[in-house]
């Protein structure tokens, strides 16, 4: 098992910024690949970036690249996203997931966090 709790979220103004962290705890943390996923009202979980769990390797949805950064720090079984530039398309709850392969497919994950809430008002 893998237990995974997000933070960093909040309320935000448009062009503004905020960096998402997710923790990890239960098993090698450095095994898996982890990804960043949002799901706003009335839609579905939607992929926005990933990073493999051994090279290094990273991916982005196309509305946010050259905006956000995911990274990893194994050493604090730690996964982040930064988000800069922010947008109101960006406001949905944002979640982790923990899985063995790297996809932009949500259902591709084993492990997920709580979800935080980011809002960016106009």
């Known amino acids: 098992q893998v237990q995974l709790v997000e933070s960093g979220g909040g309320l935000v103004q448009a062009g503004g910024s905020l960096k998402l962290s997710c923790a990890a705890s239960g098993r090698t943390f450095s095994n898996y690949a982890m990804g960043w996923f949002r799901q706003a009202p009335g839609k579905e979980r939607g992929f926005v970036a990933l990073?493999?769990?051994?090279?290094?390797?990273?991916y982005y949805e196309d509305s946010v690249k050259g905006r956000f950064t995911i990274s990893r720090d194994n050493a604090k079984n730690t996964v982040y996203l930064q988000m800069s530039s922010l947008k109101p398309e960006d406001t949905a709850v944002y979640y982790c997931?923990?899985?063995?392969?790297?996809?932009?497919?949500?259902?591709?994950?084993?492990?997920w966090g709580q979800g935080t809430q980011v809002t960016v008002s106009s």
């Open positions: 990073i493999s769990w051994n090279d290094g390797y990273t």
């Open positions: 997931g923990a899985g063995r392969v790297a996809s932009v497919q949500w259902d591709e994950y084993d492990y």
